[in-house]
């Protein structure tokens, strides 16, 4: 499985685009790349999923370069309820999902 | 729809105790994870069932920890004794069959239970 490596933390303030990014030397082939949300006494929350070049919803943009070693959440215009932990994964077909420590999002005013 | 729902929410049992918790998942949900998280980390897998098997167990402590999936629907997990380190929150997911291809799946979290071990 391959391995990701994120920040641990990370400030931020209102208005602000925040961009964290998360290495995975090791991905597969067959390995998507999925971000989660987890707010204090939540569990995680799917944001957003890729494969390879940029996806876009309504709350985030994911960016994945050619060799997809590496991607990059993009949340516009951060507010105060953005602050949650953010986590990076990589899964493919064992839909096998490991979570990393990942990174602490901290917006201020 | 209700999400995936988990209960209890909230558990305190003294050491050496046995405590047990449920995951209702999502209807039609083929896919079903357990997970334990520890304070300020992120969540660990103990287990994961496709329907009603068990296909990756290699992170339960089977020592103490049991889980069930009876006709693949709701689950149970089970710890007995409970110790003081199994103080966690822990998290119940589920998702639709994985791995189509050309998309994944996305696993939709309970609130967890946290369980205080005194």
């Known amino acids: 499985l391959a391995k990701t490596t994120q920040p641990i933390s990370m400030d931020s303030y209102e208005g602000q685009e925040v961009n964290i990014t998360c290495s995975h030397n090791?991905?597969?082939?067959?390995?998507?790349i999925t971000w989660y949300q987890q707010f204090p006494s939540q569990g995680p929350r799917f944001i957003i999923q890729?494969?390879?070049t940029k996806v876009t919803n309504e709350v985030a943009s994911l960016f994945i370069p050619a060799d997809r070693k590496s991607s990059t959440l993009s949340l516009p215009r951060v507010s105060l309820s953005d602050t949650a932990v953010y986590y990076c994964?990589?899964?493919?077909?064992?839909?096998?999902?490991?979570f990393g420590t990942g990174t602490l999002l901290a917006v201020q005013p | 729809e209700a999400g995936v729902v988990q209960s209890p929410r909230y558990k305190i049992i003294e050491k050496k105790q046995p405590v047990a918790f449920w995951c209702n998942p999502i209807?039609?949900?083929?896919?079903l994870y357990w997970y334990r998280q520890n304070l300020g980390q992120g969540p660990e897998l103990l287990i994961r069932?496709?329907?009603?098997?068990?296909?990756?167990d290699s992170q339960l402590p089977k020592d103490r920890f049991s889980a069930e999936r009876l006709k693949g629907v709701d689950s149970t997990l089970k710890i007995q004794p409970a110790e003081l380190g199994d103080s966690a929150v822990y998290l119940c997911?589920?998702?639709?069959?994985?791995?189509?291809?050309?998309?994944?799946?996305?696993?939709?979290f309970g609130q967890g239970t946290r369980l205080t071990v005194v």
């Open positions: 997911a589920s998702s639709l069959e994985g791995w189509a291809q050309d998309t994944n799946t996305e696993a939709f």
């Open positions: 090791n991905i597969a082939t067959n390995d998507y």
């Open positions: 890729g494969y390879k």
């Open positions: 994964l990589v899964s493919g077909a064992t839909n096998k999902l490991i």
């Open positions: 209807s039609g949900h083929n896919t």
């Open positions: 069932y496709e329907n009603e098997e068990a296909v990756d």
